[in-house]
């Protein structure tokens, strides 16, 4: 037990709140537990002090080790080689933080092969379409750019833009019509060599350069289609706009409702984080039952980071020697370049058309007036006539209109962004700590 005088009480007063004060002896007294606390409490600010210089110190020392490391070896100094070598562990660690940015750029660069190189790939690539059984055809975002709806990952990629802070350019999707590449698809599908088509795009110009919906799962969902999950089987409605204007991560209602129970509709999009459940468009079912039944898979403008989760459609339950024949184009890296038997780089259109002339196959051009989606096209009901702000697809001339709402209020507001700039949170990674040591 700790006691200390009365007279002593002005001192006692500063950590009075330890101590309680005995009237009958005149005296304040502690209890040995008391002084432990100040004691602990004393240390834990002084750890945490320490701490905060040290970090302090360590960022110190990291951006001069940065900047003498940005220096040639002839420009340094005696003074700041003698603190490369005392921090050899924390030069070690930029120098591999350098070569993993290194190959990151490597990677999201685009290139493309030398025109002698190109076609002789193409050769090789036509001689596989011809030789395979059962074609499958992986699409991504890259095979639509042609059309000016901007891809995720190029240089100009919605994805980009926005990791460097930069707004996404408006887009009117309802003018974009499918690229040749999509024609080609459509007519290699029709010439019975290419059996099944997966897709990741959202803009639905496979349905509308006519191939069939039964050759076709849509795994992220269609822009046009909305759908009524309480009817059995779902009411499906194809509209000639964008439906996605309400709609975001984990909210799907579109604000119409459906003609046959009353209950909303909701669009098909699958964002990030999200599980796509939808029978149609997506076609899980047909996805999964065409890579099963494969023996060549052709990638066409996808940079498959997402493709590759999905190991259905990879067959990776069969040993490596047994599973499809991969075939890749596509301007930058993929995580399945290692595992292609062709890697070809170069833009879809560019290498879809000298395919077509390998195999002899006549290219057929986009024709308005057979587009299907204004024959798919459900009308809107008069009190859905201002339901949505977005553009019409015009229909072609010589074919009535249908009614979809007004479109001189529909093109009031610019689509900005579109459905294929939300959901998107790419956060860059924390870096680990570096060590003085």
Same mark, same amino acid.
């Given at each position: 037990?700790?006691?200390?005088?009365?007279?002593?009480?002005?001192?006692?007063?500063?950590?009075?709140?330890?101590?309680?004060?005995?009237?009958?002896?005149?005296?304040?007294?502690? #209890?040995?537990?008391?002084?432990?606390?100040?004691?602990?409490?004393? !240390?834990?600010?002084?750890?945490?002090?320490? %701490?905060?210089?040290?970090?302090?110190?360590?960022?110190?020392?990291?951006?001069?080790?940065?900047?003498?490391?940005?220096?040639? !070896?002839?420009?340094?100094?005696?003074? !700041?080689?003698?603190?490369?070598?005392?921090?050899? %562990?924390?030069?070690? *660690?930029?120098?591999?933080?350098?070569?993993?940015?290194?190959?990151?750029?490597?990677?999201?660069?685009?290139?493309?092969?030398?025109?002698? !190189?190109?076609?002789?790939?193409?050769?090789?690539?036509?001689?596989?379409?011809?030789?395979?059984?059962?074609?499958?055809?992986?699409?991504?975002?890259?095979?639509?750019?042609?059309?000016?709806?901007?891809?995720?990952?190029?240089?100009?990629?919605?994805?980009?833009?926005?990791?460097?802070?930069?707004?996404?350019?408006?887009?009117?999707?309802?003018?974009?019509?499918?690229?040749?590449?999509?024609?080609?698809?459509?007519?290699?599908?029709?010439?019975?060599?290419?059996?099944?088509?997966?897709?990741?795009?959202?803009?639905?110009?496979?349905?509308?350069?006519?191939?069939?919906?039964?050759?076709?799962?849509?795994?992220?969902?269609?822009?046009?289609?909305?759908?009524?999950?309480? &009817?059995?089987?779902?009411?499906?409605?194809?509209? /000639?706009?964008?439906?996605? *204007?309400?709609?975001?991560?984990?909210?799907?209602?579109?604000?119409?409702?459906?003609?046959?129970?009353?209950?909303? /509709?909701?669009? #098909?999009?699958?964002?990030?984080?999200?599980?796509?459940?939808?029978?149609?468009?997506?076609?899980?079912?047909?996805?999964? *039952?065409?890579?099963?039944?494969?023996?060549?898979?052709? &990638?066409?403008?996808?940079?498959?980071?997402?493709?590759?989760?999905?190991?259905?459609?990879?067959?990776?339950?069969?040993?490596?020697?047994?599973?499809?024949?991969?075939?890749?184009?596509?301007?930058?890296?993929?995580?399945?370049?290692?595992?292609?038997?062709?890697?070809?780089?170069?833009?879809?259109?560019?290498?879809?058309?000298?395919?077509?002339?390998?195999?002899?196959?006549?290219?057929?051009?986009?024709?308005?007036?057979?587009?299907?989606?204004?024959?798919?096209?459900?009308?809107?009901?008069?009190?859905?006539?201002?339901?949505?702000?977005?553009?019409?697809?015009?229909?072609?001339?010589?074919?009535?209109?249908?009614?979809?709402?007004?479109?001189?209020?529909?093109?009031?507001?610019?689509?900005?962004?579109?459905?294929?700039?939300?959901?998107?949170?790419?956060?860059?990674?924390?870096?680990?700590?570096?060590?003085? %040591?």
């Amino acid at each position: 037990m700790c006691v200390f005088p009365l007279s002593c009480v002005l001192v006692v007063l500063n950590v009075g709140r330890l101590f309680r004060y005995i009237p009958t002896t005149g005296r304040m007294e502690g #209890t040995a537990r008391d002084c432990g606390r100040v004691s602990s409490r004393t !240390e834990r600010k002084a750890q945490e002090r320490a %701490k905060i210089l040290q970090q302090e110190k360590q960022r110190k020392t990291f951006k001069l080790v940065s900047q003498i490391l940005k220096k040639s !070896e002839s420009e340094r100094t005696e003074e !700041e080689l003698a603190t490369l070598q005392q921090c050899e %562990k924390m030069v070690q *660690e930029l120098r591999l933080r350098q070569i993993r940015r290194d190959a990151l750029k490597r990677k999201q660069e685009e290139v493309l092969d030398r025109p002698d !190189e190109l076609q002789r790939k193409v050769k090789e690539l036509a001689a596989a379409v011809r030789a395979a059984t059962y074609l499958v055809v992986y699409t991504g975002a890259g095979i639509s750019t042609a059309a000016s709806i901007p891809d995720y990952r190029g240089p100009n990629g919605v994805w980009t833009l926005l990791q460097k802070g930069r707004s996404v350019s408006a887009s009117d999707l309802s003018e974009a019509e499918p690229t040749l590449t999509h024609m080609c698809i459509g007519k290699l599908h029709e010439e019975k060599l290419v059996q099944h088509v997966v897709s990741q795009n959202c803009d639905g110009l496979h349905l509308r350069s006519g191939l069939p919906r039964q050759a076709l799962s849509e795994l992220h969902g269609n822009m046009y289609i909305e759908v009524c999950t309480a &009817c059995s089987p779902p009411e499906e409605c194809v509209r /000639l706009f964008d439906v996605t *204007e309400q709609t975001g991560l984990h909210r799907h209602g579109t604000g119409r409702h459906c003609s046959r129970c009353g209950a909303e /509709l909701r669009d #098909t999009i699958v964002h990030f984080g999200e599980r796509g459940t939808l029978d149609q468009p997506l076609n899980w079912k047909g996805a999964a *039952e065409a890579a099963a039944k494969a023996d060549a898979i052709l &990638c066409l403008g996808s940079s498959l980071k997402v493709l590759k989760k999905y190991a259905c459609l990879w067959c990776m339950n069969r040993t490596p020697n047994k599973r499809p024949k991969l075939y890749i184009v596509n301007l930058q890296w993929t995580p399945k370049d290692d595992l292609a038997a062709l890697k070809i780089h170069g833009k879809c259109d560019d290498v879809m058309k000298l395919l077509m002339e390998e195999l002899d196959i006549q290219i057929p051009e986009y024709d308005k007036s057979k587009d299907p989606i204004f024959s798919l096209a459900t009308p809107l009901r008069p009190e859905e006539a201002d339901s949505h702000h977005r553009k019409l697809i015009a229909p072609p001339s010589g074919r009535p209109a249908i009614f979809q709402g007004s479109a001189e209020e529909c093109g009031r507001a610019p689509v900005q962004g579109g459905w294929f700039g939300r959901g998107c949170s790419k956060g860059r990674k924390k870096k680990k700590p570096l060590s003085l %040591k």
